[in-house]
């Protein structure tokens, strides 16, 4: 009996020992990511204060953009969505929630003297403060911010939540597709639903742009496009939190090369 006692205890004794060695390891990595992420801080932002003076002067904007924090497009995100715009010269571009992206791409429209933004936001207040900020740039002319509520999309024998689109003009040839919306609280791979609504009215050439690449659900919602659209080529370009584009048939070598020149605001790939 004492011998049974004895096992017992000492069985208790290595599993308590094997718990607490496993909780020191992960304090241990949490401690090396933190350093990690303190380290890299300032190199990031300063990163990302270059992409906003880059963007600044390229546009040549007269009045600060709105904030390019937190749920926001990161400036090196909206410099990469500026530089392919001027190249490729798109005359309809349609967005996916609207913001500080939105005044970048009208811009682009207005200085190359032709074209029109399409900007789907649910968020009516949101909405407003978009067109504000058009109206503050001058820009009122060269985008439109759409109200688009989510409602149900049946979709793959699935239910959606994601935006309305009987706004949008019948007939669209969409030259240039960002992705930055819904939010990911409204919904598992919330962002899913622009692949099979939005795609098919792609022009040729176009280019689509996926924000938040380097999330999982963004990833998940890659493969999944990748898999039902095989015919979009994807890669992966590096902003901050991840930049994903597809191209729908050929795109002009010149703009390829371009995109894929090294940029001294962009953070490695994820």
């Known amino acids: 009996m004492t011998d049974l006692i004895t096992a017992i205890l000492l069985a208790a004794y290595l599993v308590l020992c094997t718990w607490m060695l496993h909780k020191v390891r992960l304090i241990h990595l949490l401690v090396h990511q933190l350093r990690d992420q303190a380290d890299s801080s300032p190199a990031v932002l300063f990163r990302q204060l270059e992409a906003l003076d880059g963007l600044q002067r390229e546009l040549r904007l007269e009045h600060s953009l709105p904030p390019t924090r937190g749920w926001a ?4 995100f909206l410099l990469t969505l500026a530089r392919h715009a001027r190249l490729a010269q798109p005359q309809v571009v349609v967005e996916c929630s609207s913001g500080a992206s939105t005044v970048v791409l009208a811009r682009c429209m207005q200085l190359q003297g032709a074209g ?3 900007s789907l936001e649910h968020d009516a207040a949101y909405a407003a403060q978009t067109r504000a900020e058009l109206a503050r740039h001058g820009l009122s002319a060269w ?9 149900a999309h049946r979709l793959q024998g699935e239910t959606w939540p994601w935006y309305d689109t009987d706004h949008l003009p019948a007939g669209l040839e969409i030259g240039m597709l960002v ?10 791979l919330a962002r899913y639903p622009a692949g099979p609504l939005l795609f098919p009215r792609l022009a040729p050439g176009a280019a689509v742009f996926l924000d938040d690449a380097a999330r ?7 493969r999944r496009w990748r898999s039902e659209l095989p015919q979009l080529r994807q890669s992966l370009l590096s902003c901050e939190k991840g930049c994903a584009r597809l191209v729908k ?4 070598e010149e703009i390829l090369a ?4 090294p940029h001294p605001t962009l953070a490695p790939l994820h």
Do not use: C, F, H, N
Request: aromatic share 2%; glycine share 8%.
């Open 116 to 118: 029109q933004v399409y």
């Open 258 to 261: 371009q995109s894929r020149q």
């Open 216 to 222: 999982p659900d963004e990833q998940a919602i890659l």
């Open 179 to 188: 992705i930055d919306g819904p939010p990911q609280a409204t919904g598992k």
């Open 73 to 76: 497009g990161s400036p090196d």
């Open 143 to 151: 985008a439109q911010v759409i109200d688009a509520p989510l409602r």
């Open 249 to 252: 048939d050929s795109m002009p």
